[in-house]
T-cell receptor, first 114, second 115 residues
Framework: GAGVSQSPSNKVTEKGKDVELRCDPI?????LYWYRQSLGQGLEFLIYFQGNSAPDKSGLPSDRFSAERTGGSVSTLTIQRTQQEDSAVYLC????????????FGEGSWLTVV | GQQLNQSPQSMFIQEGEDVSMNCTSS?????WLWYKQEPGEGPVLLIALYKAGELTSNGRLTAQFGITRKDSFLNISASIPSDVGIYFCAGPPGAGGTSYGKLTFGQGTILTVHP
């Protein structure tokens, strides 16, 4: 597709279960980002992948959160032992990388932990 | 960490009115970005500013990079119903490089336009 694709668009899970969120960036984009948006809030940086460099994981809120990017393309954000405070929209974005290149966001995956 | 404060938090205006919102920081940003988010969508970049004092327009939108590098303004002229959404300011902490991917976002200004 032409844009950043995320799945699932909506996910309801029980507290304590693990979830995986998938992101398919724009073809050719070397940089991939995950952000979290809680209800009525701005976006909170989680993790950033740039090419083959080690990812910047400084925004991950706890060790229950992890992300992988396989083959420099698709990324998976995994949340283990989900808690109710993990409920949010998880937004993936991609860009060509580097200063001045526009960051394009996907529509997000809405996670609800009950 | 660095925080961006947006004001106002929300605005209710009549179609045709002009809108002004701003974003301030306690520390210097070298790039200011303005995004718009519509319901069920991800944010979309409206305007990017890279130089202190820069004034940039995109249609009815005009944004300025404050001379102190600690603030930015977004103006929308002659508002229309499709301007409805949440407007976010954002910027990368630091001078760029790998930190460019790590944007700090303001909490957003919710704009409602009455026809």
């Amino acid at each position: 597709g032409a844009g950043v694709s995320q799945s699932p668009s909506n996910k309801v899970t029980e507290k304590g279960k693990d979830v995986e969120l998938r992101c398919d960036p724009i073809s050719g984009h070397t940089a991939l980002y995950w952000y979290r948006q809680s209800l009525g809030q701005g976006l909170e940086f989680l993790i950033y992948f740039q090419g083959n460099s080690a990812p910047d994981k400084s925004g991950l809120p706890s060790d229950r959160f992890s992300a992988e990017r396989t083959g420099g393309s698709v990324s998976t954000l995994t949340i283990q032992r989900t808690q109710q405070e993990d409920s949010a929209v998880y937004l993936c974005a991609s860009s060509l990388g580097g200063l001045g290149n526009t960051i394009y966001f996907g529509e997000g995956s809405w996670l609800t932990v009950v | 960490g660095q925080q961006l404060n947006q004001s106002p938090q929300s605005m209710f205006i009549q179609e045709g009115e002009d809108v002004s919102m701003n974003c301030t920081s306690s520390s210097i940003f070298n790039t200011w970005l303005w995004y718009k988010q519509e319901p069920g969508e991800g944010p979309v970049l409206l305007i990017a500013l890279y130089k202190a004092g820069e004034l940039t327009s995109n249609g009815r939108l005009t944004a300025q990079f404050g001379i102190t590098r600690k603030d930015s303004f977004l103006n929308i002229s002659a508002s229309i119903p499709s301007d409805v959404g949440i407007y976010f300011c954002a910027g990368p902490p630091g001078a760029g490089g790998t930190s460019y991917g790590k944007l700090t976002f303001g909490q957003g200004t919710i704009l409602t336009v009455h026809p």
